[in-house]
């Protein structure tokens, strides 16, 4: 990592627009992204991982649960698009390692907390890092791509979903063997990760003086202009695949442990270790999904990703222990390839709007994962854990709106 950053400062003052050196030298700026989507993701995943002891110790329902899923996802996709829309239009190098400030208070903040007002202040907090870093690294790994849009996103997404595997399987070494005060430990993970922010803002700078002004977005697809409202449409579209893959995710990511200790009669590590293994799935599909889009298709990877998903969802509540173990991985691989295929989508049908389609789809997942859980919560306290999975195991039949999706062409989509 450390030489990684030391390529980073070389790029940083040689500032090289050629397409072909930013090609071959920009991958070190997409790999410090990546680690500090990590460090980032790391430390958000903490917060969910702690619910077993959060519930316990402050004697919660699952309804006050899902609240504090909603307090940091929320304050992450409210500020997102604003954030993608200002830096559209002004690009701020240093932002990145600012907002990784924010999450380092709030990790701060939630080692100390004593009340349940200090733990929805301190996942809110964690939120509002999250909604400067995430629409602000994606624009930077376009940046850096060298044309390679799709494999940018997912090398950039997958540090984020190895620090969503990461963070569970820290939670359960470190803070439920050590204590609610071992969070501030993690505060290191956001020093460094500023630190590194702060060298990609060195070259981020110098290659925003050099890189055009953003264009007036003329949306097309196979060089046929489309309609504002054609356009719109599109985009509620992808809006709908999104709240399907997110809020069967945060089924998953919030309750999971719950699940499994409630019918199998889990330990807190036993269902950790599988949360960690659902996650690193999840970290794998993402890796996988912006490469294939880039060679097969945006739309066929979307196809694949959500509606493929929907047999192994409808058999998940009624398998065992071992079962229930490969059919989340499975289901983990698929789901998670639609991200970067929905983001690079979006991108390339409003160009010149990076920032801004980055902000509300990353800002789409993080709302709609908070309301979801905090929504399955209710619902978990009114019936059963059991109930929720049977009733989310529908949500990826809305992989079916894909079809009024156009198709880009895999010559658009190789192009990128």
């Known amino acids: 990592m450390q030489r990684a950053v030391g390529e980073i400062d070389r790029v940083a003052v040689a500032a090289m627009p050629a397409e072909a050196d930013a090609e071959s030298a920009t991958f070190p700026v997409i790999v410090a992204l990546s680690f500090c989507h990590l460090l980032n993701d790391m430390m958000q995943s903490l917060i969910p991982a702690l619910y077993p002891m959060i519930k316990t110790q402050f004697a919660l329902d699952f309804g006050q649960i899902g609240l504090i899923t909603l307090a940091f996802q929320m304050t992450a996709s409210m500020l997102q698009p604003a954030v ?51 629409p602000e690294a994606s624009r930077v790994a376009r940046m850096a791509s060298g044309g390679r849009h799709g494999l940018a996103q997912s090398l950039f997404q997958v540090g984020g979903n190895a620090g969503q595997a990461i963070g569970p399987l820290l939670a359960a070494v470190v803070v439920l063997a050590r204590g609610q005060s071992s969070i501030a430990w993690f505060s290191i993970a956001a020093m460094l990760a500023m630190l590194v922010l702060g060298r990609v803002g ?88 912006g490469p294939l889009g880039d060679r097969i298709g945006r739309k066929t990877v979307i196809w694949m990703s959500i509606l493929g998903v929907l047999p192994f ?3 998940l509540p009624y398998v065992g222990l071992a079962w229930t173990g490969m059919l989340t991985v499975i289901i983990g691989l698929l789901m998670a390839s639609a991200f970067p295929a929905i983001l690079v989508y979006a991108q390339e049908l409003v160009p010149g709007r990076v920032g801004l389609i980055a902000g509300i789809f990353f800002g789409l997942a993080f709302g709609l994962g908070g309301l979801g859980a905090a929504v399955l919560g209710r619902i978990a306290d009114a019936t059963s854990i059991g109930y929720v999975y049977r009733l989310c195991a529908f949500l990826p039949a809305i992989g079916l709106l894909t079809i009024f999706l156009p198709d880009l062409g895999l010559r658009r989509a190789r192009s990128g």
């Open 202 to 289: 060195m070259w981020y700078g110098a290659r925003a003086r050099v890189a055009s002004r953003p264009r007036r977005a003329r949306p097309a697809v196979g060089g046929v202009e489309l309609s504002r409202g054609r356009v719109f449409f599109i985009i509620a579209v992808l809006g709908a695949l999104t709240f399907s893959k997110n809020v069967y995710t945060a089924s998953l990511s919030s309750y999971f442990t719950f699940y499994l200790i409630q019918k199998f009669g889990l330990s807190v590590h036993a269902a950790q270790m599988h949360l960690f293994v659902f996650m690193a799935s999840i970290a794998l599909g993402t890796l996988l999904g």
């Open 84 to 134: 993608g829309l200002v830096t559209d239009r002004r690009p701020m190098p240093y932002s990145l390692a600012v907002g990784m400030g924010f999450s380092l208070v709030g990790l701060l903040l939630l080692s100390i907390a004593s009340s349940y007002t200090m733990l929805l202040a301190a996942a809110s907090l964690v939120g509002v890092g999250s909604s400067v870093f995430h």
């Open 313 to 315: 969802s409808l058999a």
